[in-house]
């Protein structure tokens, strides 16, 4: 270990083991130093450490004044904290406050700490105990909450970025002049990190020349504005001032802590990502996504399918254009909602997914085959509908096409993801169909754990071995995926 790491991490372990154990140190014991500490100092030292085995650690720190294994699960979960992202959810008094509690959940979801702040007014909205439950923390609504007064500067220094949402044409108003007079706006005119703010109001609220200069001072201030979207309002007009869905929010709020020096996105009708202004791997690469299942007709009302809810597809497409690429997703039937920022071809069978791809992919980069496709269709299905009766009845079924498997064979195809559903032998099987299809990259996993739900654990399979990626959201684990694929993506286009 070179001298200068080696004395860092002498100094800095000794004082954070007086801190972890409680006892009288240089630094104060409450929690939000705890995490200016692990941040400042641990974020030189937690690669070097997670790559040491625990008998190196051990004898590295065997003359700590405490037992090493107990150190060790200490120093790595302060480790973890030190990584984990946090933000500042403020809540203004506007009846989008109910939407802040999906936002919260969203997040949290994402593996992010969220700490929600609230004006008086935003309690007559949702209460505290509702966020509380929410997020487990306590809820902060006024200055006095901290015995020394100081919650706008404590709670400002530990956040990655404060979020306002909803925030009221009064709440921007305060921003936009510096105003300071409860505990949110001191918190806001305090901050040293990222501030989103996502309008709500009346349409006419939001039209008033008024706002649009304290808007637009924002801008100028570089904070960054997410919508409002146009829609119908809870005063029964409809017009621009609804405030963006949580989904949509929480997608934003995601890409802004990945590249905090954002400045400024604006309310275009057709508002961009808040992301397309970040520096991403897949920047300009044309991608091409089939989700969803397919639906092969019996007759003119029955018909096979299966259980594929089309929500890992949807959630790579989403992590694509989060990343910069050109999605086009081409979908089988379901009930999701169209991800913002990608075209997409609907289709009911797996024949006409078949022809889109074949129209489309001469243009794509990078294939990705999530859809999970039906492997047969009945031969001749019956135009009306099929009578009831006694007798059997016989339906010969031949085989679909094999999409990926054409893809892949192209003469000069795009980089190719598999994906493999199973139900046993996972590892046998999507081994076994990635050699088949011969492509770079594929995604199995088992069949009764992910379809339908919001998480899946995914086993990613390439010609270095293989790469678990543990359960989590299912749009977590598209972005995993989509950053392993762009390594192996740039690494094949040199």
């Known amino acids: 270990m070179p001298n200068g790491l080696a004395g860092c991490c002498k100094t800095t372990a000794l004082d954070i083991t007086a801190l972890l154990n409680g006892s009288k140190c240089s630094f104060t014991t409450c929690k939000f130093r705890l995490f200016a500490i692990a941040r400042l100092a641990l974020s030189s030292l937690a690669t070097f450490f997670n790559s040491l085995p625990d008998t190196r650690l051990s004898m590295r720190f065997s003359a700590m004044p405490c037992h090493p294994a107990p150190f060790l699960d200490k120093m790595r979960g302060t480790m973890k904290q030190a990584q984990t992202k946090r933000i500042v959810l403020g809540i203004t008094g506007g009846i989008a406050a109910y939407k802040a509690a999906e936002l919260a959940r969203l997040l949290i979801k994402q593996g992010i700490e969220v700490q929600v702040a609230m004006t008086e007014a935003a309690t007559h909205f949702i209460t505290p105990a509702t966020m509380q439950a929410l997020t487990g923390n306590p809820v902060l609504v006024n200055q006095w909450q901290d015995d020394k007064g100081m919650a706008h500067i404590q709670t400002s220094r530990v956040a990655d970025a404060i979020v306002i949402a909803p925030a009221t044409a009064d709440f921007i108003a305060k921003l936009a002049h510096g105003l300071a007079n409860d505990l949110l706006s001191s918190l806001c005119l305090a901050r040293d990190c990222p501030l989103l703010v996502a309008p709500a109001m009346n349409k006419q609220m939001w039209a008033n020349a008024a706002t649009q200069r304290n ?33 949509e929010l929480a997608r934003d709020v995601f890409a802004a802590l990945q590249n905090p020096t954002l400045t400024l996105l604006r309310q275009t009708q057709d508002r961009p990502s808040l992301s397309r202004l970040r520096e991403r791997e897949l920047n300009g690469v044309k991608v091409l996504i089939t989700a969803g299942p ?92 099929i009578k009831k009766s006694d007798a059997a009845l ?63 654990e995914l086993v990613l399979f390439d ?14 684990l598209a972005r995993a995926l989509l950053r392993h694929a762009a390594v192996l993506y740039k690494k094949g286009s040199k």
């Open 215 to 247: 808007v637009q001072r924002l801008a100028d201030d570089g904070v960054v504005v997410l919508g409002p979207a146009s829609g119908a309002q809870a005063c029964g007009e409809e017009g621009m001032g609804r405030m963006l869905e949580a989904e």
């Open 294 to 385: 397919t639906y092969e007709a019996i007759d003119a009302v029955r018909g096979i399918t299966n259980r594929s809810s089309g929500k890992m597809g949807y959630a790579i497409a989403l992590a694509a254009v989060e990343m910069g690429a050109e999605v086009l997703l081409v979908s089988g039937p379901t009930a999701l909602a169209k991800p913002q920022g990608a075209q997409v071809v609907n289709v009911t069978s797996a024949a006409e997914m078949f022809e889109a791809v074949k129209q489309q992919v001469a243009n794509a980069d990078m294939f990705i085959g999530v859809a999970a496709v039906a492997d047969y269709r009945v031969a001749r299905p019956s135009e009306q509908k």
């Open 394 to 456: 016989t339906l010969e079924l031949i085989p679909n096409p094999d999409i990926l498997a054409y893809v892949a064979s192209l003469p000069k195809p795009p980089f190719c993801v598999g994906f493999a559903a199973e139900s046993e032998k996972l590892r046998e099987h999507a081994a076994a169909k990635r050699k088949k299809k011969n492509i770079p990259l594929l995604a199995a996993n088992l069949a009764q754990n992910a379809i339908g739900s919001d998480d899946n």
């Open 463 to 476: 010609a270095a071995g293989e790469h678990v990626l543990p359960r989590a959201d299912k749009l977590v």
